[in-house]
């Protein structure tokens, strides 16, 4: 009897620091983010989170450690947000994401388009793939709302699942979410958590990045806490309640744990 062979991580870091002359921002950053995991990267503003992120989205090298994407090792030499884009990784940004003016089938597929042999894009075939991913893929049901929209008539709300809609079409191995719920009123961000919660039901793994605490405990299977450029916690989200997760950071916060 064999035992079935391992997957690889969606990505995994290890040893990761990064200097900004002498100044550390990241240090012995160690985690890995399984395949179908969604883990909230919960800390303060300045803790580090920001640093991490670019880190994996190739916008800048760490100063040393190794990372890997779906058991691939990326080299930070040749790193960059094309390469990322390339191995799985996907951001999605509060409201930056998507043109505002473009109708909602050409932001599908802005700078990988579709073509013809002889280059010029094939508006049926886009458009196809557009209205299949916003219904099928993230369950856009918006009346009035189709391919040929503008961003400009979709809420804050519609515009995240547009973005997350687009970057599960790209095979992403992994879908980073920086703060998507930014400015919402409640009812657009329930909006988001359900498109973040297809993220989960496609297989997909996802690192959610939020101030919102409640927010995080709903989406998270894992929650990764960092503080002053280092991990300080892993945990389980069936080891701990939304209380005593408010309540551990609180500690934090206050400086409590400083003595331990």
Avoid at 171 to 181: F, K, V, Y
């Amino acid at each position: 009897m064999t035992n079935d062979p391992v997957q690889p991580y969606a990505v995994q870091l290890i040893n990761i620091e990064k200097y900004f002359g002498s100044v550390c921002a990241l240090k012995n950053i160690n985690f890995n983010v399984e395949k179908n995991e969604i883990v909230g990267l919960i800390g303060d503003n300045g803790a580090g989170k920001s640093t991490l992120v670019k880190i994996l989205t190739g916008v800048f090298p760490p100063s040393s450690g190794q990372m890997f994407i779906s058991g691939n090792q990326v080299d930070f030499t040749k790193y960059s947000v094309q390469q990322a884009h390339a191995m799985g990784i996907e951001t999605v940004y509060q409201d930056k994401s998507l043109g505002e003016k473009q109708v909602l089938w050409r932001n599908f597929f802005v700078g990988r388009e579709i073509t013809y042999p002889f280059g010029f894009i094939n508006v049926k075939k886009e458009k196809e793939i557009a209205k299949e991913i916003m219904l099928n893929t993230i369950g856009f049901r918006s009346k009035g709302i189709t391919v040929n929209s503008k961003v400009s008539k979709l809420s804050g709300g519609e515009r995240q699942g547009v973005a997350i809609g687009r970057a599960m079409y790209f095979d992403a191995e992994l879908i980073i979410l920086d703060e998507p719920t930014v400015a919402l009123s409640l009812k657009e961000v329930r909006k988001v958590l359900n498109f973040v919660h297809k993220i989960k039901e496609a297989g997909k793994a996802c690192i959610y990045i939020s101030h919102d605490i409640q927010d995080v405990y709903e989406i998270s299977d894992r929650f990764i806490v960092i503080d002053r450029g280092e991990i300080i916690s892993s945990i389980q989200k069936k080891d701990i309640t939304l209380i005593a997760l408010d309540d551990f950071l609180l500690e934090y916060a206050h400086g409590l744990k400083d003595g331990e």
